[in-house]
């Protein structure tokens, strides 16, 4: 049976976090913030080491979120949204506060969710059994 790690190749930190930028836009459009997690575990598979890992979840889901909240931003005026609840506090222009903050907690469910996925990989390959090479007569 083969290994995890020898079904998807390491093809570095750059690529990797382009393949978990893609990924975690496409399931924010889902409309479940919980599929963050989902998008680092999927991003880990692609590199080796935790570090790596983590960095690959929380920029590719960072990454990806703010570029779908530029986009929002910029045609359905989520600033003036977000000021609107935050004026329901008492603080006024402060909207782009709550968008920073939710880029910073969807980097950190990806981050951690390419941890899991990372110690996951490395559990599940160290007990599968290494196969021995068959000796020619």
Not at 34 to 39: K, L, N, Q, R, S
Not at 42 to 62: D, E, I, P, Q, T
């Amino acid at each position: 049976m083969k290994k995890i790690d020898e079904v998807f190749p390491d093809i570095g930190i750059a690529p990797a976090l382009i393949v978990t930028i893609v990924i975690s836009a496409a399931l924010q459009l889902s409309g479940s913030w919980t599929a963050m997690f989902v998008a680092g575990v999927l991003g880990s598979l692609f590199v080796r080491r935790h570090r790596k890992a983590f960095l690959v979840g929380f920029l590719g889901v960072f990454i990806g979120w703010s570029i779908l909240f530029t986009y929002v931003i910029l045609t359905a005026q989520a600033l003036v949204i977000a000021d609107f609840f935050l004026s329901q506090l008492g603080l006024s222009g402060l909207g782009w506060l709550v968008i920073v903050i939710s880029c910073l907690i969807g980097g950190l469910l990806g981050g951690f969710g390419a941890l899991l996925g990372r110690s996951v990989v490395e559990l599940v390959d160290g007990l599968i059994p290494q196969e021995r090479e068959k000796e020619v007569e």
